[in-house]
């Protein structure tokens, strides 16, 4: 008799969290909740100025605070040639600044001391002398000729140009355009936006001269990718380093990155020869750390009369700030931009894409989207929604019209990509019909007729999650695969260990899963542990989407090999030849006698107390997964507004988000990651952005001017699913973490442009705050974001 | 932290003044040898070991520091220890028995109310003061109490659902 799998945990039960019995008691273990004997604290002096020369350095009055044990600066650390460090794209970032700051906020000076207050305190000692420079704020101003030159400290760089790259078919695309019968146009600016997870970034370095061996308790997303780095930068051999990512209070891309404050802690314990902790203040964390966004797009669309779309032509300019650290595959040089128009049947298209470093912090992460594809989706929708305006044709049909068909899969889109599997009319179906579409534009027309402003948005996207594959993408040279590891006890009990990291995601309770489904093993039954280099077997790392559609399917892989090896021990049981064996969730049997079984628990006992001769004892495995492809979710989302004439202020009506994820291993923690992405897209549409003075001050440094949106503003959402299998994933899921957040914003922006229809207003530049909405609507203008054209001076 | 705690950091050789402080917490008395600016947040993470209490802003918008301070919640980080001299503080770890959580941490549990779990220390005690204030609150009552308290992993709406699930758990504890 087969076991009830939603009784013992597995695939598709909402189990509650393991995890939550620690979070919940306050007995969470994130990296400052760790205190380790003789433990000093670090504090980082940051440049005050965008861009200043370093005439000097005096740090006397902060040695002689009682208390500080050590002041590190940039020329310090050059004379151990640690003053720079090579980033996640091949560039080199400032560790300590030793000629100039390239922006607010820059690592200066870093103090070691007793407790945390003296470190502060001897911070504000030290005496820097700058010298200011002409500050470069936006990619407009760092193209302009006779530009300050921001990376002088690179041989071959005469201009501020990061990049210039393009991708797709530009021959085919200027064709297409020739045959359009309407040109459709749309200038863009996804603002920056920091990811800013509440818990900041922060290490204890603990190195022991004993044993030679270098411990590191740090906030990562990632911690193999930073022990690879580790050893490059410190150049300690690998067996010598031990990573551990303790609980993370959210990650979001923030803390995928190989920040300053990491190197400096190690530096400071390998000299001192003490545990070094290093907590980031909040102000810290958003002004230095990894931020979102800043791209600016010209994009156009060839269209026939009859509403099909010929060819799409986009160049970007992204701010990279004024190191290129961003977190994407080292190929792509504005990550995966070309993912855009992914879920339309588009015969050609073309992307031109400029990066410019600025005097502003570096690190254009993934933040929660897979290498930025946010901005591809947000430009996507946004782009459609004018095409279908332009057209005089309705949102909905416009974009049924363009989907690629059911039956059309596998697809490759205009930029390549290989799309396998969907839906895309039906979810679109299932969201008007939640919406109630029909109803709500006679509504908006009633409405209008009293003087409201009634819209309603639609954003619909596939996007590409699960990096890798291993032929196309890598971080420093290191391919895309993860990794699990499970060992079963004698008892049947087991660990599983994987290459991802956990930050809120709740893998100790899905991976369980993933083994039960396989097994019968009682998800209870299963420890799930990550994030310790020493004990989890090598992986990439949790960002992008890509735990479930890479680790998650690594799971169930070793699952197999290990019900493969539990198969030969039921043989020996049942005293049959292992043909004869069959196999039902939980248990083998007899094939002529099916009464005749054991169960996966006889096996694991098995394999430590009764293996026949010949077989290797034990009931352990790795496995290492290198998908065949990314795994595409679609995504349908719809939000109605009302726009308040007279001040701006929209409200939120409704929102729908039917999602096709594939197959769910836990439907509660799936609504879970869609309800937090949905929010974050309203913050980025409403509220969340940051922004810079010409002086290249951070506008937006602390939580009183970065606005989150609260329980207050967030408005309530209404979850819909489709499920299409992924084809090629062993349990046909795709990733989702991200999905909201990369196609939310579009549906409510282009709900707030709905409802100024017919104003003449065709774009307000996000975030749209009410006074930016009451101007549109007031002078009947668009609102830009995009800097003037000519520089300040 | 300098002086923090009599038994684990005797006064140290600094020549900043202290001030002893006794605090009753979670309901046991505590002192401690404090420096006047230390924030009560620190005193109650580093001094008494209770790293349920979270800094998550330094500036009193996110919340995670919320204490109970004689019954109201307050953000930890932004008072001074010497503040607290003689009162009664309950933080996350107060709100279960040794045998038994309380209802609003098995709402957040059973509702998914929480995901990183950075956050989730302070939105429960912030929603114990509402509770125990009104027993019975509207959605809207709960998104506006919670409102000085980020969260950012589940978009409010399992939070809210939390709440109400330990507002009827203790009203019917209370019927029976």
């Known amino acids: 008799m087969s076991l009830d799998e939603i009784k013992i945990g597995g695939m598709g039960a909402s189990r509650r969290r393991v995890e939550d019995n620690r979070f919940i008691r306050g007995k969470g273990n994130y990296v400052d909740d760790i205190v380790l004997p003789g433990m000093l604290h670090m504090e980082i002096l940051r440049s005050p100025l965008a861009h200043a020369r370093i005439k000097s350095i005096d740090t006397s009055k902060a040695w002689a605070i009682p208390g500080v044990r050590l002041v590190m600066t940039g020329e310090m650390m050059a004379s151990r040639n640690l003053a720079w460090m090579p980033t996640l794209s091949y560039d080199t970032q400032a560790v300590l600044a030793t000629d100039k700051v390239r922006f607010q906020g820059q690592e200066v000076a870093c103090v070691i001391a007793d407790d945390p207050y003296i470190a502060k305190d001897a911070c504000e000692a030290i005496v820097v002398d700058y010298e200011p420079l002409p500050v470069i704020v936006n990619p407009i101003q760092a193209m302009a000729p006779g530009a300050p030159l921001i990376r002088d400290d690179k041989e071959n760089q005469h201009d501020n140009v990061v990049f210039d790259w393009e991708v797709g078919d530009k021959d085919g695309t200027e064709k297409a355009f020739a045959q359009a019968d309407v040109v459709s146009k749309l200038e863009l600016h996804y603002p920056r936006s920091h990811p800013s997870p509440l818990e900041t970034c922060g290490s204890i370095a603990d190195f022991d001269r004993a044993t030679s061996k270098l411990t590191v308790y740090m906030t990562t997303q990632a911690p193999h990718i930073i022990r690879a780095a580790v050893a490059m930068v410190a150049e300690l051999p690998e067996h010598m380093i031990r990573i551990v990512s303790p609980d993370l209070g959210g990650g979001f891309g923030n803390k995928v990155p190989v920040y300053p404050g990491y190197v400096a802690s190690i530096l400071a314990s390998i000299l001192l020869e003490r545990p070094v902790k290093w907590i980031e203040d909040k102000t810290g964390n958003l002004i230095s750390t990894g931020f979102g966004r800043d791209v600016y797009l010209r994009g156009e669309m060839a269209l026939r009369k009859d509403g099909k779309i010929l060819g799409v032509r986009m160049h970007t300019d992204s701010d990279h700030g004024a190191f290129f650290s961003d977190a994407q595959p080292s190929k792509f040089k504005i990550g995966l931009m070309h993912s855009a128009f992914a879920c339309y049947d588009i015969p050609a298209a073309h992307l031109t894409a400029r990066g410019m470093y600025t005097n502003k912090a570096p690190g254009g992460v993934a933040y929660r989207c897979s290498f930025r594809v946010t901005e591809a989706m947000f430009f996507q929708e946004r782009m459609v929604q004018a095409a279908a305006d332009d057209l005089g044709m309705d949102q909905a049909e416009f974009r049924r019209l363009n989907f690629v068909r059911d039956e059309d899969f596998p697809h490759r889109t205009a930029f390549g990509f290989l799309t396998d599997s969907g839906q895309y009319a039906k979810c679109l179906d299932v969201g008007l019909e939640a919406i109630g579409y029909k109803d709500f534009l006679k509504q908006k027309e009633e409405a209008k007729k009293r003087g409201r402003l009634l819209g309603i948005g639609i954003s619909t996207m596939t996007e590409p999650l699960g990096a890798g594959n291993s032929r196309e993408y890598d971080i420093l040279g290191i391919k895309m695969f993860d990794s699990a590891e499970l060992r079963v006890h004698m008892s049947g009990k087991a660990i599983l260990r994987t290459g991802a990291k956990s930050q809120g995601q709740g893998h100790e309770t899905t991976w369980a899963q993933i083994v039960a489904h396989e097994l019968g093993i009682p998800a209870d039954d299963i420890t799930v542990e990550e994030g310790d280099t020493d004990t989890a077997p090598f992986g990439m790392g949790t960002y992008a989407s890509r735990s479930t559609p890479v680790a998650g399917a690594a799971v169930a892989m070793v699952s197999r090999k290990i019900r493969a090896k539990a198969r030969k021990l039921a043989a020996h049981l049942l005293e049959v030849s292992e043909e004869d064996v069959e196999w039902e969730l939980g248990r083998f049997y007899v094939r002529s006698s099916p009464d005749r079984g054991v169960t996966i628990q006889d096996c694991a006992n098995a394999a430590y107390s009764n293996m026949p001769d010949g077989l290797e004892p034990g009931l352990e495995n790795t496995a290492y997964y290198d998908p065949p492809n990314l795994t595409w979710p679609f995504a349908c989302y719809i939000a109605t507004v009302e726009v308040d004439p007279e001040t701006g202020v929209w409200d939120v009506l409704n929102v729908v988000a039917v999602d096709d994820c594939g197959v769910r291993i836990n439907p509660m923690i799936v609504e879970g990651q869609i309800m937090g992405g949905l929010t974050e897209a309203y913050a980025m549409a409403s509220m969340q952005f940051i922004t810079f003075d010409a002086e290249g001050n951070c506008v937006g440094s602390n939580y009183m001017d970065y606005l989150l949106p609260t329980a207050w503003e967030t408005p309530g959402f209404e979850l819909h699913e489709v499920v299409t299998p992924c084809p090629h994933h062993p349990i046909g899921a795709k990733g989702i973490g991200e999905c909201a957040t990369v196609g939310g914003p579009a549906a409510f922006v282009n709900a707030v442009m709905d409802a100024l229809k017919g104003t003449g207003v065709r774009n307000i530049d996000m975030p749209l705050l009410p006074d930016r909405v009451y101007e549109a609507f007031t002078t009947r203008r668009d609102i830009s974001g995009m800097p003037p054209v000519k520089t300040e001076d | ?176």
């Open chain 2, 1 to 176: 932290m300098t002086s923090l705690n009599e038994e684990v950091f005797p006064d140290q050789a600094s020549n900043v003044p202290v001030r002893k402080v006794t605090i009753r917490i979670n309901g046991e008395n505590r002192s401690a040898n404090v420096e006047p600016r230390l924030l009560l947040a620190h005193l109650i993470r580093q001094g008494f070991n209770l790293t349920g209490t979270h800094t998550g802003c330094d500036t009193s918008n996110c919340g995670a520091c919320t204490v109970l301070f004689d019954g109201q919640p307050i953000k930890s980080c932004t008072m001074l220890a010497v503040q607290a001299d003689g009162h009664d503080v309950m933080t996350v770890e107060g709100l279960a028995t040794a045998s038994e959580l309380h209802p609003i941490q098995e709402g957040f549990k059973d509702e998914h109310g929480l995901q990183c779990g950075f956050c989730t220390p302070g939105m429960m005690i912030t929603a114990k003061a509402l509770l125990d204030e009104n027993p019975d609150p509207t959605e809207d009552e709960i998104r506006w109490a919670l409102s000085g308290n980020l969260c950012r992993c589940t978009g409010y709406q399992n939070i809210v659902k939390s709440v109400m699930w330990a507002a009827r758990k203790i009203n019917n504890q209370a019927a029976n």
